[in-house]
């Protein structure tokens, strides 16, 4: 589903922000670790630039608070679920207020690599109660579009081994033990992953893209629905200022002025 409507905040949002000052659009692209969302998101960034848009993209830990201490506390391998939740909401929060808000404010086309979705999945897949984490992320905007890039596990494996040169100790689950070893526990952690990111696409809106097909089909899927989106966005603009006309000159015209006059205007 493609969200037209004007932005609007999951819950109670952040203070002080006006969403209709919010004249760009959010596009999420989503998905699980190794389905190649960091690719299709460099291409759409490079294509949509060449059409003329105004891009910014995004992504998590990326934020200037917290994004180098997040990778700097993963590479002890000590944080717990709970932690590492706080971390990544924080992250986000300090991207949504000085980043994200910001370019949608100034007409941008807003890519981000991940969205709340992604850890509400991981934190949810680590035992995390899906209803809590879902709570802790609903200050988040809601996108006009998020294209989910489904793919089963056994796509992700040779991608993840022959493309990435192997396995992440965090992708893997391995801090919850969910394998004797990182490629049994990728597979196990993964399953769990993509299990709630299917259970969230009803309740999210997500459109679900094919992603067990070449990086090149995927990226033509992903260029026909976001042409749809601003194409849609487009015409809605066009159609705004020719009401007003429309009411300005139904307002101006002879049996209007009559109107006023028997009305003593």
Known sequence: MVNQAPLTFYGDGLPGIDTGSLIGKLIVVEGPDGVGRSTQVGLLRTWLEHGGHAVMDTGMARSALVGKTIKQAKQGNTLGPLTLSMFYATDFADRLENEIIPALRAGFVVLTDRYIYSSIARASARGSDPAWIRQVFDFALRPHAIYYLRADVQDLLPRVVYER???????????????????????????????????????????IVDASRSPDDIFLDLKKRITRLLKAASGSARRKPARAEAVARQAASPSHAGLREVAGV
């Not at 952690?189 to 997500?206: E, W």
């Open 165 to 207: 040169g192997g396995f992440d100790y965090w992708e893997s689950g391995m801090d919850v033990r969910l394998g004797k070893d990182l490629y049994e526990s990728f597979v196990r952690y993964q399953k769990r992953v993509i299990r709630v990111l299917d259970s969230m696409a009803k309740r999210y809106d997500f459109q």
